[in-house]
């Protein structure tokens, strides 16, 4: 039994006549009369009592004609929801993030796509940049994000956003009525530091900076999260530094400075496979767009626009 079949039953049906739904479905009448008499042979029972003006439903073929449309109804439906998860307006989105990520981009993005794409379900996966590439070449997400630079083999990378290093400072230390440091100014001083093996980008790039100012780096922790850090430099064990991503986050006993230059940067880039599904790509582009505007502005100006509500660097 094929759907043919079916339309052409349910057409006889609704036109009690051979003649006219031939003519609806554009077909011979005989070979329309030679279907529906194979759908009847399938069955094993008649459909249609047969007359000299028209034809009418046997009690069998009024029972059927209800399962008939609904067939013909979820093939219809099915054939649109293939659609729509073929061009992506439907579908599942398997998405990478860490907190830079869920801090800087997400505010402006996800609500934007999940406007544009109801149909499309968002699933997060907290996963450290380092963990995201790996992630997106095994399948286990669609998009990531991650610092730059990183290996673009097989990839779509596109930067959005620039952060400038932040110095986190303990409300009550010498340093937090400054309206900026200067590396200088924490040389020497202990510091709590992102673990360099869970976010080693961030933290080549201190040392860097340190190296770069002639300043003495002394590190008294190693913080896995930024929450742990804040809170690490909240209880005076220590200043910090962080991308200015933090600057979203609220903590008392804990102020922001701007660093004075040199200052160095790193690029918040998102990152899909560039064999991607259509809802990658939609949700890749819309960041794309979401971000343009901003590309003229300084990278702490951008960091602090992207989110609702951020933080002013304090003075």
Known sequence: MELRHLRYFVAVAEECNFRRASAILNVAQPAL???????????????????GRGVSLTAA???FLGY??????????????????????????????????GLL??????????????????????LLPSEQLSALASGHIDVGFGYLP??????????????????????????????????????????????AGLMPKVRHLITNLFDLCDANLRVAYDAKHAINLLSFVGTGLGCALLPSYVLQIKLENVVYKPI??????????IVKRKDCRPPADRFFQLALREFKGLEDESPVAASLSV???GLRLLS
């Open 33 to 51: 009369s030679v279907q529906v008499r194979q759908l009847e042979e399938e069955i094993g029972t008649l459909l249609f009592e047969r007359g």
């Open 307 to 309: 989110a609702a509500g």
């Open 68 to 101: 008939a449309r609904q067939s013909l109804r979820e093939a219809k439906s099915g054939v649109e929801r293939a659609r729509q998860a073929a061009s992506g307006e439907i579908g599942h989105l398997n998405i990478g993030y860490s907190t830079a990520s």
């Open 150 to 195: 990183f290996d673009r083999d097989g990839f779509d990378v596109e930067p959005l956003v620039g952060e400038e290093l932040v110095a986190i400072i303990p409300a009550m230390h010498r340093l937090a009525r400054e309206r900026s440091i200067s590396i200088k100014d924490l040389s020497g001083e202990p510091l709590i530091l992102p673990d």
């Open 61 to 63: 073929g009024e029972v």
């Open 260 to 269: 004075d230059p040199p200052n160095l940067t790193l690029e918040l880039a």
């Open 105 to 126: 981009v997400f505010p402006a993005v996800v609500p934007a796509f999940r406007r544009e794409h109801p149909g499309v379900k968002l699933n997060f996966h907290s």
